[in-house]
């Protein structure tokens, strides 16, 4: 059972930059692609970026691409989500996620779940 947990999260100001980490345990890190989401009260969970199981190939949604990286240290067990020139609408939890078999942007394509780390950008 592959436990995941977020780190890196904080209150920040628009325009900062933050680097979210997520540690992995419990299971072969290297065997699941991972991927990033954000979650704000009364909305879905939305799908920010993945990268494949070697790290190789990764993707950003448009919606954050140019400001966000994911990338990942298999031999750290671990994920990172860089976020730069951050905005008040970046405001949400922010999940990490694992992926044994599939490679996809829809929250249900992942089976594992952090407890989310919460970032806030004030303007």
């Known amino acids: 059972q592959l436990q995941l947990v977020e780190s890196g999260g904080g209150l920040v100001q628009a325009g900062d930059s933050l680097r979210l980490s997520c540690a992995a345990s419990g299971g072969a890190f290297s065997g699941y692609s991972m991927g990033w989401f954000r979650q704000t009260p009364g909305k879905e969970r939305e799908f920010l970026a993945r990268?494949?199981?070697?790290?190789?190939?990764?993707y950003v949604a448009d919606s954050v691409k140019g400001r966000f990286t994911i990338s990942r240290d298999n031999a750290k067990n671990t994920v990172y989500l860089q976020m730069n020139s951050l905005k008040p609408e970046d405001t949400a939890i922010y999940f990490c996620?694992?992926?044994?078999?599939?490679?996809?942007?829809?929250?249900?394509?992942?089976?594992?779940w952090g407890e989310g780390t919460q970032v806030t950008v004030s303007s």
């Open positions: 996620a694992a992926a044994g078999r599939t490679y996809g942007l829809r929250a249900g394509d992942y089976e594992y």
């Open positions: 990268t494949t199981k070697s790290g190789e190939t990764s």
